[in-house]
């Protein structure tokens, strides 16, 4: 079966600190994407990558970084961390990302103090 | 570019209801694939169906059914006699086939279906 596994389901950081928010994926998959939840905003793009070291902005990602050094690795980077920043994030992943659905994780809640 | 649309953005239903999620697209490729997913409260997205721009036979799986109609844009989903559990988030989604580096699968942003006992 599927299994996309985030590090932490709650994570409580500082403003200013750099944050890792880790992302791992049994399914063989090229495809990884890392997405924010808010409130009446729905699921927002912030990064997605197509194969190892290849990384593409989605369409809010101002303030974060990704690294993806192995396939079934997808890291996001809170370079420095802000309160506007407090959200619940989602990895997924996809073997195809036109055919096929994505996969997700089960979240990390993060709080930015 | 695409664009999903989700103009319910919460239902109350009593159990035992039928309920139907609205969603409505927009895209200038041919050639697409729809998705619904589920986000109950623990959080995680849960696929239910896809379905592609070619195939527009209506699908019912147990009590969920969805209706596909290219002349309206629009791919809802309907739950018979609602229960408890199916209060979730809701997401439609499209992807096109676009470029092979580009952003191409876009989500709406959700209905909230909440089943009163």
């Known amino acids: 079966d599927v299994k996309v596994t985030q590090s932490s389901r709650y994570l409580v950081k500082r403003t200013g600190e750099k944050v890792f928010l880790e992302c791992v994926q049994d399914?063989?998959?090229?495809?990884m994407f890392w997405y924010r939840q808010d409130p009446g905003l729905g699921l927002r793009l912030i990064y997605f990558s197509y194969d190892v070291k290849m990384k593409e902005k989605g369409d809010i990602p101002e303030g974060y970084s990704v690294s993806r050094e192995k396939k079934e690795r997808f890291s996001l980077i809170l370079e420095s961390a802000s309160t506007n920043q407090t959200s619940m994030y989602l990895c997924?992943?996809?073997?195809?990302?036109?055919?096929?659905?994505?996969?997700f994780g089960d979240g990390t809640r993060l709080s930015i103090l | 570019a695409q664009k999903v649309t989700q103009a319910q953005t919460e239902i109350s239903v009593v159990e035992k209801e039928d309920v139907t999620l609205d969603c409505v697209y927009e895209t200038r490729d041919t050639t697409y694939y729809l998705f619904w997913y589920k986000q109950p409260p623990s959080g995680e997205l849960v696929f239910l169906i896809r379905r592609n721009s070619f195939d527009e036979q209506n699908e019912i799986s147990g009590r969920y059914s969805w209706n596909f109609q290219k002349s309206t844009s629009s791919f809802n989903f309907t739950i018979t006699a609602s229960q408890v559990v199916d209060s979730a988030v809701y997401f439609c989604?499209?992807?096109?086939?676009?470029?092979?580096?580009?952003?191409?699968?876009?989500f709406g942003p959700g209905t909230r279906l909440s089943v009163l006992p």
């Open positions: 399914m063989d998959h090229e495809n």
């Open positions: 997924a992943s996809t073997l195809d990302r036109f055919r096929q659905p994505q996969h």
């Open positions: 989604a499209l992807s096109e086939a676009g470029d092979n580096y580009g952003q191409n699968f876009v």
